[in-house]
C-alpha cells in the first residue's frame, strides 16, 4: 500500500499510489548507480495524499536530495582533489563553479578538480573552478570584496613568471679588534631582470684614528662582483675607497664615516650597483646591527637575510586546507594565486539542480552566502582527499524490496477494482 494509506480500493488512490510507487523506484536506481560516484547524496520522494474536489484522492510527491549528508574523505593522489569537511556551524558548504558549454554559474559538492589539457581547472563534470584571485602574502586582489562578480575561473596559463629585486641586506656575524686578516663574506642579489648575482663583501681592520670620541678601533667595508668586473659598485663602498664603521671598547658599532660625507652617521649608506645587462641600478638598503666587534676571531654567526628571489616558471599548485591555490615555481618558491570561496546556504536540500551535479540558490534554500574556509563557523577543505558517497548500497536495496512490495499491493488493489468493476457491468 502506499505510504501513510492502510486501506481503500478506490482506483484513484491504487494508481496515485503506483505512480508514487514508480518515482520511488526511479530515486532507488539513480541513488545505487550514484553509491560509488563522488560526493554522491541519496535522492528520495515524499508522498502525500489529499482529496480531490470529486471524492477522489490525489498523491503530491516530493523529490529530496539530501545534500546536507557528506561522505566520508577519501585518500586521492591528484594534489587538485579536496573534499568539503562540515563546520562548527555549518553543516554544509559547497565551491563555485561555472558550466563551460551553457555559462551557467552554480554550486557543487563536487571536489574532484584537476587541470585539462588546457590548465584550466575543472572537475570530471566538466565544470571550471571559481576562484577569487589574491597577492603572494594572500590577501584578495579586490580587498574586502566577496561578491561573486569578483569570481573567475582558475585558469593556470595564467600564472605569471615572478621574480623580486633585492632592495634589503642584513648581516650577522662578529669580528675581532685583534684582527689582522680582512673578513670575506658574501650575497646573492637579484636584480630587475630576475638574475641573482653574487656580490662579495670585505672587512678590513685599520690604522685609522677613531674620530669618534668613544669610538676605539675602525674597520673599512667594502663590496665586490669577483664574477664580472663590469658591474659598478657605487663610489661609497668600492674597492680602493670603502665606508669606515668604528667600534666602542665592548664592540658595539658606534656609526659610519662614508667617503661620501663629511660627517658620521648612524647608518650605512645604501649599496648602489649599476649593472652591465640592462637590468635597472640597484639601491640596497644595508642593516649591520648584528655586527658585533668583540669577538676572538672573525666568524659568520648566522647566513645574511636578503629578500629579492631569481625569476621562476610556474611549475605545480596544491590546495591548502583554507582553500588557497599555492602556486610551486622553478625557484623553489611556493607562493600563494588564488582563494576558493565557499558558499553557504540555511537549506541546501532545497537547492535546485539546474546541471548534473550543479545547484542554484531558490526562495526555500535562501541565498547564497560567500566565506572563506574557516570563517564563520565555515568547514574547511581536506587536501588530496575526495567525498565518497553517501549513499548505503545495503540500505537502498531494503528500501527496493519494501516499494516493490508495495507496488505489487497498488496492482493487486487496481485489478481486484477493474474484476469488482467487470462483475458489475456485466450483472446491470
Not at 502506499?2 to 480500493?9: A, P, R, W
Not at 631569481?310 to 599555492?326: A, K, P, Q, R, T
Not at 625557484?331 to 537549506?347: E, V
Amino acid at each position: 500500500m502506499i505510504d501513510g494509506i492502510n486501506n481503500g480500493s478506490s482506483f484513484a488512490i491504487s494508481i496515485q499510489g503506483l505512480s508514487l510507487c514508480n518515482q520511488k523506484m526511479k530515486g532507488h536506481a539513480a541513488n545505487i548507480a550514484a553509491s560509488d560516484t563522488v560526493a554522491g547524496a541519496p535522492m528520495e520522494f515524499i508522498g502525500v495524499m489529499s482529496e480531490t474536489i470529486n471524492g477522489g484522492c490525489d498523491i503530491d510527491y516530493t523529490r529530496i536530495r539530501h545534500l546536507n549528508q557528506t561522505g566520508a574523505p577519501v585518500e586521492s593522489h591528484v594534489a587538485t582533489h579536496f573534499s568539503l569537511l562540515a563546520g562548527s556551524t555549518v553543516s554544509r558548504s559547497a565551491v563555485m563553479v561555472r558550466d563551460e558549454l551553457t555559462d551557467k554559474f552554480g554550486v557543487t559538492f563536487n571536489g574532484t578538480f584537476a587541470p585539462d589539457k588546457d590548465n584550466i581547472v575543472r572537475n570530471q563534470l566538466g565544470q571550471r573552478l571559481q576562484v577569487f584571485l589574491t597577492n603572494p602574502d594572500g590577501t584578495t586582489i579586490n580587498a574586502n570584496d566577496k561578491s561573486v562578480e569578483n569570481l573567475t575561473t582558475l585558469d593556470l596559463t595564467k600564472i605569471d613568471p615572478i621574480k623580486e629585486t633585492t632592495d634589503k641586506a642584513a648581516f650577522f656575524f662578529s669580528l675581532s679588534p685583534d684582527s689582522t686578516t680582512p673578513f670575506k663574506t658574501s650575497i646573492s642579489v637579484v636584480d630587475s631582470t630576475g638574475k641573482a648575482h653574487n656580490i662579495e663583501t670585505l672587512w678590513t681592520k685599520t690604522e685609522d684614528t677613531p674620530t669618534l670620541t668613544t669610538g676605539k678601533h675602525v674597520w673599512n667595508i667594502t663590496f665586490g662582483v669577483p664574477e664580472n668586473p663590469d658591474i659598478t659598485i657605487g663610489s661609497d663602498y668600492a674597492s680602493g675607497a670603502g665606508v669606515k664603521v668604528e667600534f666602542d671598547v665592548d664592540g658595539k658599532l658606534l656609526g659610519f664615516n662614508p667617503t661620501s660625507a663629511t660627517e658620521s652617521s648612524s647608518s650605512p649608506p645604501a649599496l648602489e650597483i649599476t649593472w652591465d645587462n640592462g637590468s635597472e641600478s640597484s639601491s640596497i638598503n644595508l642593516d649591520f646591527s648584528a655586527v658585533k666587534a668583540n669577538g676572538s676571531e672573525n666568524r659568520l654567526n648566522k647566513a645574511s637575510i636578503v629578500n629579492g628571489y631569481s625569476i621562476g616558471e610556474y611549475e605545480s599548485m596544491h590546495i591548502s586546507n583554507d582553500g588557497f591555490v599555492i602556486a610551486r615555481y622553478s625557484n623553489g618558491k611556493d607562493l600563494k594565486y588564488a582563494r576558493i570561496p565557499l558558499a553557504n546556504f540555511n537549506n541546501v536540500n532545497k537547492l535546485s539542480e539546474v546541471l548534473p551535479g550543479v545547484f542554484q540558490a531558490t526562495d526555500e534554500s535562501g541565498e547564497l552566502r560567500v566565506c572563506f574556509p574557516g570563517e564563520n563557523g565555515t568547514g574547511r577543505l581536506k587536501p588530496s582527499t575526495y567525498e565518497g558517497s553517501s549513499i548505503n548500497p545495503a540500505e537502498v536495496y531494503l528500501k527496493v524490496i519494501e516499494d516493490q512490495t508495495k507496488h505489487t499491493a497498488n496492482s493487486k488493489m487496481l485489478k481486484a477494482g477493474i474484476d469488482t468493476s467487470k462483475e458489475l457491468f456485466q450483472t446491470i
